[in-house]
């Protein structure tokens, strides 16, 4: 059968990144293997990650919101009347609606465009916005971000996009500048903005806590990247023997207890790293009806011995300093032109124009 040619792409991208070692972004010499970061984002890990941003170590998500809070009519008349505001991500809507409370009293004619790839959460989320605030238009868009922004292009009205919660951080500089080039090339007119909410470097002390927290919150944030892969290895195999996933018998490929959480941070760079460690020699295994995708993208299929100490790369959370934003701007053929922070300069918005 060939039915494997039908490997869904994620369950491509996990056999790619642990079957090959790669170099990360801007690192010396270390070789990893990895798994593509949006793995942490199954429900698990969206709650898991929303009850991060509620403990005191993790300082970034209080810092927007004090930011949104103490800066909103600066940036409420960056924001003209009869314009469109475009949220990249549905996001949160404790910090979202700081805004939205503004521009509902200070702006009249105002759209509030919400795009994410998930559907449900952005309709019943924009349902309860509509109901409070009287004067704004909500829509919400569904697709990718690229899928979604070209629809922007011939549009005539003044727009600013929004992409907080230092969502920026997940790529490398260079994935950032070629992100926003594309949106500058394709979605925005000259004078448009760009909100962005990005972590400022600081004492490596501070930043190693916010990833280390003392409730081991990231702890399990981290490791549940492990369990969603099983679940999405042993589900894939399932509907090869034409069962349901629920009847599946694979328990999946990580023996997830011989793994623990790791992290550092590279202060030249500006840089958290996330990995998963063997905390014991443990080994891959594939099923068997995974074996003709694996030996496809990686020429064999047989299991991957980890030794003790070898850490699978999973997430990378950027900080910028000064000379970043200038770099990001140049890149993306934008202008930095306005930067907002908390009394700490701890994390800032930051007005990027065409
Ligand atoms: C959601 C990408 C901003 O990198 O700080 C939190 C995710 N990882 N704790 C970040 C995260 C570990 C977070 N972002």
């Not at 501070?206 to 990833?211: E, S």
């Not at 070898?310 to 959370?317: C, M, N, W």
């Amino acid at each position: 059968p060939n039915h494997h040619k039908n490997v869904p792409p994620m369950v491509t991208q996990i056999i790619d990144g642990l079957t090959k070692r790669r170099l990360l972004p801007t690192d010396g010499n270390s070789e990893n293997r990895s798994l593509p970061t949006v793995l942490l984002y199954d429900d698990k890990g969206l709650n898991l990650f929303d009850r991060i941003t509620y403990v005191p170590e993790y300082y970034l998500s209080e810092c927007e919101i004090d930011v949104l809070k103490t800066s909103t009519r600066e940036i409420v008349a960056e924001i003209p009347n009869d314009s469109d505001v475009i949220e990249l991500g549905c996001g949160s809507l404790r910090k979202t609606q700081l805004l939205l409370d503004a521009l509902d009293q200070m702006r009249s004619g105002i759209t509030y465009y919400a795009i994410d790839v998930m559907p449900m959460p952005l309709h019943s989320a924009l349902g309860t916005l509509a109901e409070k605030y009287k004067n704004i238009t909500f829509v919400a868009l569904c697709g990718t971000y690229d899928e979604v922004l070209t629809h922007f292009k011939k549009a005539t009205r003044r727009k600013t996009l929004l992409w907080l919660g230092s969502s920026i951080g997940n790529n490398s500089r260079a994935e950032s500048i070629e992100f926003l080039s594309s949106i500058t090339d394709n979605a925005l007119v000259a004078n448009d903005g760009i909100i962005i909410g990005m972590d400022r470097k600081k004492d490596p002390d501070v930043i190693m806590a916010a990833y280390h927290d003392s409730e081991g919150l990231t702890n399990q944030f981290e490791l549940n990247a492990l369990s969603h892969v099983n679940n999405l290895i042993s589900e894939y195999t399932a509907t090869l023997k034409g069962l349901i996933a629920a009847d599946s018998v694979a328990d999946g490929i990580f023996d997830v207890e011989k793994f623990c959480y790791t992290g550092d941070y590279d202060e030249v760079v500006g840089r958290h790293s996330a990995y998963l460690e063997a905390r014991e020699d443990t080994m891959i295994s594939w099923p068997r009806d995974l074996a003709p995708a694996v030996e496809r993208i990686c020429g064999n299929s047989s299991d991957i011995a980890i030794k003790r100490g070898e850490r699978i790369y999973v997430e990378s959370s950027y900080k910028y300093g000064k000379e970043d934003f200038e770099i990001l701007a140049q890149g993306s053929g934008l202008v930095h032109s306005a930067e907002w922070s908390d009394s700490r300069s701890y994390y800032s918005l930051n007005l990027f124009r065409k």
